[in-house]
T-cell receptor, first 114, second 116 residues
Framework: GAVVSQHPSRVICKSGTSVKIECRSL??????MFWYRQFPKQSLMLMAT?????????EQGVEKDKFLINHASLTLSTLTVTSAHPEDSSFYIC??????????FGPGTRLTVL | AQSVSQHNHHVILSEAASLELGCNYS??????LFWYVQYPGQHLQLLLK??????LVKGIKGFEAEFIKSKFSFNLRKPSVQWSDTAEYFC??????????????FGKGTHLIIQP
């Protein structure tokens, strides 16, 4: 149980295009999901908290108009990187809360912007 | 805001050796503490967590960690490592006041290699 999936696992896009990444909790409902970003050989950095039915809460320094988050249902949150640039290339990881304060992580999505 | 420091970025041990990975945090309030492991090619998995109570917590795969409040530390230990423990280990915290729905602040990770 407590499986979180992400789709796609890898995506390559051209600069200026938008990319949507999906995060799904497969066998449980998650009111709260999180989006993290991981640069090569560095740690995970929290980008935003995604709450079902309400607006996402972004961490300081994260552009909300660039990283659009939609938590449309209790099992799906999406992150859309708008007008992507090479500096947005990174590993994006989502997590979902099943029980109090325990996050289950997805496998991540590798984004490469050419 | 919280911050987490992991002292060892790369650790190489032989099988059966004892392991201790350091983790210190900085935060003015009460925190919840976690250790996650990421095996090669896999997603992050929870090893153990501390919310309150006994400061010595036991996790999966024979790992344990001790919360020392006075030192702001939460070091991870295992008495005898195995080759299969080769992985990346992350210490993480979030604020207790968040009601259990706060994002995590991670340390930079420790890359552990166990030699047969």
């Amino acid at each position: 149980g407590a499986v979180v999936s992400q789709h796609p696992s890898r995506v390559i896009c051209k600069s200026g295009t938008s990319v949507k990444i999906e995060c799904r909790s497969l066998d449980f409902q998650a009111t709260t999901m999180f989006w993290y970003r991981q640069f090569p050989k560095q740690s995970l950095m929290l980008m935003a908290t995604s709450n079902e039915g309400s607006k996402a809460t972004y961490e300081q320094g994260v552009e909300k108009d660039k990283f659009l988050i939609n938590h449309a249902s209790l099992t799906l949150s999406t992150l859309t990187v708008t007008s992507a640039h090479p500096e947005d290339s990174s590993f994006y990881i989502c997590s979902a809360i099943l029980v109090y304060n325990e996050q289950f992580f997805g496998p991540g999505t590798r984004l490469t912007v050419l | 805001a919280q911050s987490v420091s992991q002292h060892n970025h790369h650790v190489i041990l032989s099988e059966a050796a004892s392991l201790e990975l350091g983790c210190n945090y900085s935060y003015g309030g009460t925190v919840n503490l976690f250790w996650y492991v990421q095996y090669p090619g896999q997603h992050l998995q929870l090893l153990l967590k501390y919310f309150s109570g006994d400061p010595l917590v036991k996790g999966i795969k024979g790992f344990e960690a001790e919360f020392i409040k006075s030192k702001f530390s939460f070091n991870l230990r295992k008495p005898s490592v195995q080759w299969s423990d080769t992985a990346e280990y992350f210490c993480a915290v979030n604020a207790r006041s968040g009601g259990g729905a706060d994002g995590l602040t991670f340390g930079k990770g420790t890359h552990l290699i166990i030699q047969p």
